[in-house]
Every structure is written in structure tokens, then in C-alpha cells.
């Protein structure tokens, strides 16, 4: 059981490129999401997904966008990357209690 | 906003000594959990706790609700347990708003 996975984990953009981080679950949960997390800070919520289909916008939105046509993937989008998005991404899933996360994407935009 | 405040920001203990981390919420408590970061980054869910108390192996946390704070003990503490302890409070569709972390360094 795979649980939560991320891919890639790692990966260097130009200012300005796009690019897809995929996550995918294998544990039929309803709920996903997207964190970031930044040095010294905790995670903080990027957009999430209450059922295949639907997306809402959480705490920090803006410049990433989120799709999620099967239940079990939520795609993260940057569509011109800018450095202040060089960041860790954390893709979680719940049932509607305990998140699992996965292991995290390193991105840095230069 | 909802804050959730952590404290101490770092903590180093020689192995095999005992300590206490606390959350502290601005606003009421639905629900909240305890996570582990290790070193490499991945984290684990250690508590899901709104209220009382809950145990596991040497870890164990408290949450008062209505005084709108948690405790994460960490009791006979190992190399292992090094890393950083986030709590979070859950909102809306089980989703998290964390607190900046405990940095914890444990010395063989």
C-alpha cells in the first residue's frame, strides 16, 4: 500500500516556466491537498479537493492553480513559476480525519 | 486568522530525558493533531486529538479545549525522536492550519 506518492521530488525551474506536480493516493479518500512549506514555517494550504471533480482555494492560492478529474489525483499547477514559490510541496489525503501526507517535492525556481 | 502558537521553538536534550511541547490556539479547538517531521523531511501523524488524553509508547498528548491548548510529552527521549513537532488545528474538510514547530535535537 503506497499510501500517498509525489512526483517528482525534486526539480529546478527558470522564472517563468510551468510545470505539474502530480499526487496520487491509493487509499480512496475523499479529501486531498496541497501544502507549502517554507524554512522556519509550517505548512500552509495551497488549494484543496472535497471529491473528484471540485477544488477550493486555501490559505496562500495565488499563482498555482489545481485540478482534479480522478479521486485519486490532485495535480498542482504553476503556470509561470516565480521565485518566491521555491518551496517543499506536500500533498495529503484524508477521509475526513487524520491527513496521511506524502514524502514532498524540493522545487526551487531560479 | 486562527493562530496556532508553538512553543519552545527548539528544544535539545540529552537522550533518555523527558519533555513537554505546547500548542496554544486563539480561537476554539474542533480538533487537533500532532505531527512528526523527521529529518528527511517526510511527516508523521503521531495524535488526532480534540480533547483529553491519548498515548502511545513513550509519546503521549493532552488537549484542554476549553483553555485552548495541547501537550505533546516525549518521555525516556531517543536519537530517533530528533526532528520537528508540529501541531495543527483542523477546520473546514479536515484541513490544517500548523504551527510554526518545535525544532527538537536529542544527543546521544
Known amino acids: 500500500n503506497a499510501g500517498v506518492t509525489q512526483t517528482p521530488k525534486f526539480r529546478v525551474l527558470k522564472t517563468g516556466q510551468s510545470m505539474t506536480l502530480l499526487c496520487a493516493q491509493d487509499?480512496?479518500?475523499?479529501?486531498m491537498y496541497w501544502y507549502r512549506q517554507d524554512p522556519g514555517m509550517g505548512l500552509r494550504l495551497i488549494h484543496y479537493?472535497?471529491?473528484?471533480?471540485?477544488?477550493a482555494k486555501g490559505e496562500v492560492p495565488d499563482g498555482y492553480n489545481v485540478s482534479r478529474l480522478k479521486k485519486q489525483n490532485f495535480l498542482l499547477g504553476l503556470e509561470s513559476a516565480a521565485p518566491s514559490q521555491t518551496s517543499v510541496y506536500f500533498c495529503?489525503?484524508?477521509?475526513?480525519?487524520?491527513?496521511?501526507f506524502g514524502s514532498g517535492t524540493r522545487l526551487t525556481v531560479v | 486568522g486562527i493562530q496556532v502558537e508553538q512553543s519552545p521553538p527548539d528544544l535539545i536534550l540529552q537522550e533518555g530525558a523527558n519533555s513537554t511541547l505546547r500548542c496554544n490556539f486563539s480561537?476554539?479547538?474542533?480538533?487537533l493533531q500532532w505531527f512528526h517531521q523527521n529529518p528527511w523531511g517526510q511527516l508523521i501523524n503521531l495524535f488526532y486529538?480534540?480533547?483529553g488524553t491519548k498515548q502511545n509508547g513513550r509519546l503521549s498528548a493532552t488537549t484542554v479545549a476549553t483553555e485552548r491548548y495541547s501537550l505533546l510529552y516525549i518521555s525516556s527521549s531517543q536519537t530517533t525522536d530528533s526532528g520537528v513537532y508540529f501541531c495543527a488545528r483542523t477546520l473546514g474538510y479536515s484541513t490544517l492550519t500548523f504551527g510554526k514547530g518545535t525544532m527538537l535535537l536529542v544527543s546521544p
Open positions: 487509499m480512496n479518500h475523499e479529501y
Open positions: 495529503a489525503s484524508s477521509p475526513g480525519t487524520i491527513s496521511t
Open positions: 479537493s472535497v471529491g473528484e471533480g471540485t477544488t
Open positions: 480561537d476554539s479547538v474542533n480538533n
Open positions: 486529538i480534540p480533547s
